[in-house]
């Protein structure tokens, strides 16, 4: 199992641009999904974007052609680059591992505030 940890949130004006990281505490070349979620305040927690091992990507209909996930199985580290930021997008964004059958982890969260 792996302990993650996200960071790069941050308060940006909307139309601005935020990287996200997500750093594994061991090897990702295992797990078979990786993903971005987020929550709004008073919201439920929504799937953002997830990346397969193969690199297989999957994006809900609202950051397409804004948002980018990438994962590194060198550096053990996901990414979500996030272009075009809208209010919208404010909330709390957790990364999400999963070895299929074997574990789910999740992190601690990175705060996104964007202003309008």
């Known amino acids: 199992q792996v302990h993650l940890v996200e960071s790069g949130g941050n308060l940006v004006q909307a139309g601005g641009s935020l990287r996200l990281s997500c750093a594994a505490s061991g090897s990702i070349s295992n797990i078979n999904v990786m993903g971005w979620y987020r929550q709004a305040a008073g919201k439920q927690r929504e799937l953002v974007a997830d990346?397969?091992?193969?690199?297989?990507?999957n994006y809900v209909e609202s950051v397409k052609g804004r948002f980018t996930i990438s994962r590194d199985n060198v550096k053990n580290t996901m990414y979500l680059q996030m272009n075009s930021l809208k209010p919208e997008d404010t909330a709390v964004y957790y990364c999400?591992?999963?070895?299929?059958?074997?574990?789910?982890?999740w992190g601690q969260g990175t705060l996104v505030t964007v202003s309008s």
């Open positions: 999400n591992a999963r070895r299929l059958g074997i574990f789910e982890v």
């Open positions: 990346i397969k091992g193969g690199g297989n990507t």
